[in-house]
Structures are given as structure tokens and as C-alpha cells.
């Protein structure tokens, strides 16, 4: 199978569970750039950057669209991360390879275990806000994004849910904003890593990325959320075994 034909397919199935399950979908960016496509891990995760962000700007905009972005809240919360994220950026090119691999598939095991405990919670659900706390989720969510190459939705959402109190169709759309602010920031501490990318490999996978995230929002009209974020949790799960075995090899 062609290097186009696996970086379409793979951009493909990552938007539709983008827009499915409003983050997370992207987590698999990173494994597929690296055992589909033969990137190394660090041109994997600046290349992950580049496809979260666009794509994950274009679905912020149908969001926006429909008043589900809260804008002052979710730049708050980004502002928070966005030192993290160059810091983790500038790091990310001095970490170990198997290193970086190990972290990747610890950060998508966790995502994979909190995906299958969590619970669907009631709209009308109250939690006070904790400044600290919010903080402290901004911060630990822009040093993710900016080592590991993720856009960190899986943990966005739910940090915007119940440390901000945030109802869930308003969370999903401002996580794409701090999603977008955070991926940025990493790529500008990034640029020495950029050199070498195959842009003829990104810029397709990017773009069905963006293009799948339009099915993943009807997919999810038609089938239980719930149900889809297990679906993906298993196959997540799956992958950051196979990552972790590969490292530690």
C-alpha cells in the first residue's frame, strides 16, 4: 500500500474520532506517523502538532459556529499552558527516542483507562471553580501537548468539565481552542525539527483529518457517545501496549 493511500486512511479514521468524540482522536496521530509512515518519534510528534492543530482549528470553527467556544474561559486556560508547552517543546527534541515512545504510550494507556471509568454526567451538573486547579490543568496540559505531540483532548474535556464546570457540548468546543493556542505554541519551540518533515505525507493526512472530522459530528448524532468513546478506549488501549512493548525492545 502506497505512503498516500496509508497517510489518508490514517488521517481519516484519526478526524472521524476527533469529531466523534470531540478529542482524543488525534492521540493516534503520533503511532501512525511512526509504525504506518516511518517517521522517527521526534519528527512524529512535531508533525502530530502541525496535523492537531489545523485540524483541530477547523473543527473549532464549526463549534464557534454553533456558540459552543467559550472564548475568554478557554484562553485563560490555554494562557496557563502555554509556557509548559514551549518549554516541553524545546525539550521534546533532546528526549531519548525510546524514551519519548515509552511516555507517548504511558500518557495514551492512562487516556485509554480514564475513557473506559468514566461516566456520562448530568447536564446540569455544578462544580466550583479552583483557580489553582484550574491552573495547574492549563499547565500539565500544555507540557503534554508539548512533549508528546498531543492535542490533549482526553485530558482537556475533562479538566473544563470538572475543574471549571463547564457543560460537556461547551467543553468539547472550547477544548479545541486551548487544543489550538497549546499546539502552536509547542511548534514555534519546534522549528529546528521541522527541517526534514515530508510535507507530501502531512499535508494528506492533515487534510482527511479535517475532512473525517465532519463524518465523526454526524457519527456522533447516530451512535451512543458513550458507546464510541469505549470503542476507541479498547483500540487506544491496544496501541499504547504495542508502543511500550516496542520501546522497551
Not at 502541525?50 to 482549528?57: D, E, H, L, N
Request: no cysteine; aromatic share 4%.
Amino acid at each position: 500500500m502506497s505512503t498516500l493511500i496509508l497517510a489518508l486512511a490514517a488521517g481519516a479514521v484519526i478526524g472521524l474520532a476527533l469529531g466523534a468524540l470531540g478529542g482524543g482522536g488525534s492521540v493516534l496521530a503520533v503511532p501512525a506517523l511512526i509504525y504506518l509512515l516511518g517517521f522517527t518519534p521526534v519528527a512524529a510528534t512535531t508533525a502530530s502538532l502541525v496535523i492537531v492543530a489545523v485540524t483541530s482549528a477547523t473543527a473549532m470553527s464549526a463549534h464557534a459556529r454553533d456558540g459552543n467556544v467559550r472564548w475568554r474561559t478557554g484562553l485563560l486556560f490555554a494562557a496557563a499552558g502555554i509556557g509548559p508547552a514551549m518549554l516541553g517543546g524545546a525539550l521534546a527534541g533532546r528526549v531519548p527516542a525510546a524514551v519519548l515512545t515509552a511516555a507517548f504510550a504511558v500518557v495514551a494507556g492512562a487516556a485509554a483507562l480514564r475513557m473506559l471509568r468514566s461516566r456520562p454526567r448530568a447536564a446540569d451538573t455544578v462544580v466550583p471553580v479552583r483557580p489553582g486547579r484550574a491552573a495547574a490543568a492549563g499547565a500539565g496540559l500544555g507540557a503534554v501537548t508539548g512533549v508528546l505531540g498531543v492535542g490533549g483532548g482526553f485530558l482537556a474535556v475533562p479538566a473544563l468539565v470538572n475543574v471549571l464546570g463547564m457543560r460537556m457540548r461547551y467543553a468539547v468546543g472550547t477544548s479545541l481552542l486551548v487544543i489550538t493556542v497549546n499546539s502552536l505554541a509547542a511548534l514555534a519551540m519546534r522549528t529546528g525539527t521541522a527541517d526534514g518533515l515530508d510535507w507530501a505525507v502531512i499535508g494528506p493526512f492533515a487534510g482527511a483529518a479535517i475532512l473525517g472530522a465532519w463524518d465523526g459530528k454526524r457519527l456522533a448524532t447516530k451512535i451512543s457517545g458513550h458507546t464510541l468513546q469505549r470503542v476507541f478506549a479498547l483500540a487506544l488501549l491496544a496501541v499504547a501496549a504495542f508502543m511500550l512493548i516496542d520501546a522497551a525492545a
